[in-house]
């Protein structure tokens, strides 16, 4: 063991590790996946059918027309190509592999994308998601 010479240098290193240290334990809690659900009678349900139904009444016809502005707006904010890949893959169903052929873009690029649209929409959307969920 040698003397510490410097003691407010260690104890600020010391103070710096910890923090870095707690951050890298700390977990983020990941958003429940949509992909799909499948109702009672083992049927795949689209995203219309996931949304408040129209015509159960002014509520949820509030509800869903906010939803409807939100993911509009927040899909007009992403970059183009983001935007374009989220899409296809999630709205229109197509495979990474069928869009790289069409579009050039290797199948990675694609994947980033995608995967960062949804980080984006994840964050974009998560108080309407939690004001939703809280009621």
């Not at 899909?75 to 183009?80: D, H, M, Q, V, Y």
Request: avoid cysteine.
């Amino acid at each position: 063991m040698q003397p510490i010479e410097q003691v407010g240098a260690w104890l600020l290193r010391v103070a710096r590790n910890r923090i870095i240290d707690r951050f890298r334990k700390k977990q983020l809690e990941p958003m429940p996946q949509v992909r799909t659900l499948v109702n009672s009678e083992g049927e795949t349900l689209s995203w219309e059918e996931m949304l408040p139904s129209p015509e159960a009444g002014p509520e949820a016809m509030y509800a869903r027309t906010i939803l409807f502005e939100e993911l509009e707006t927040a899909l007009e904010e992403l970059p183009e190509a983001q935007r374009e890949a989220f899409l296809a893959h999630e709205v229109d169903g197509r495979s990474f592999k069928e869009l790289a052929a069409d579009t050039g873009v290797s199948i990675s690029a694609l994947l980033s994308r995608k995967h960062n649209a949804v980080v984006y929409l994840r964050k974009r959307l998560q108080a309407i998601y939690d004001e939703f969920t809280d009621t």
